[in-house]
């Protein structure tokens, strides 16, 4: 019988942990992603906002806070769109079950998306 099994458990989460909520992928920095991560129309407001906020603790979100060229129009499906954009461009990845790639880039006006 195993005697380690709760540690074994606890590394094997954290390494989940992660690499589900991890900033950066270093192997894909610089690398020219195709499209663009979007919120998913199907995806549930309160995880939309959690994710929202929880990037807005990771990165500089003043581009879609009032006054910001991305915060018109005022929306959570918006706004979801440009913080998981941000995270698909620097780490690589767009949040499954949130977000989807799109190839239709989703700028707009003064609000440029990289």
């Not at 020219?32 to 995880?47: E, Q, Y």
Request: glycine fraction near 10%; include cysteine.
């Amino acid at each position: 019988m195993v005697k380690n099994t709760p540690t074994i458990f606890l590394v094997s989460f954290l390494m989940v942990v992660a690499l589900c909520f991890g900033q950066e992928n270093p192997a894909m920095r610089g690398k020219n992603l195709r499209g663009w991560c979007v919120a998913n129309t199907g995806a549930p407001n309160d995880k939309l906002q959690e994710f929202l906020d929880y990037g807005c603790h990771e990165f500089d979100c003043s581009q879609i806070l009032p006054g910001g060229p991305c915060y018109e129009p005022n929306l959570l499906l918006a706004h979801a769109s440009w913080i998981l954009d941000k995270f698909y461009k620097t780490g690589a990845f767009c949040k499954e079950g949130l977000g989807f790639i799109t190839e239709t880039n989703p700028s707009y006006g003064d609000c440029q998306y990289p």
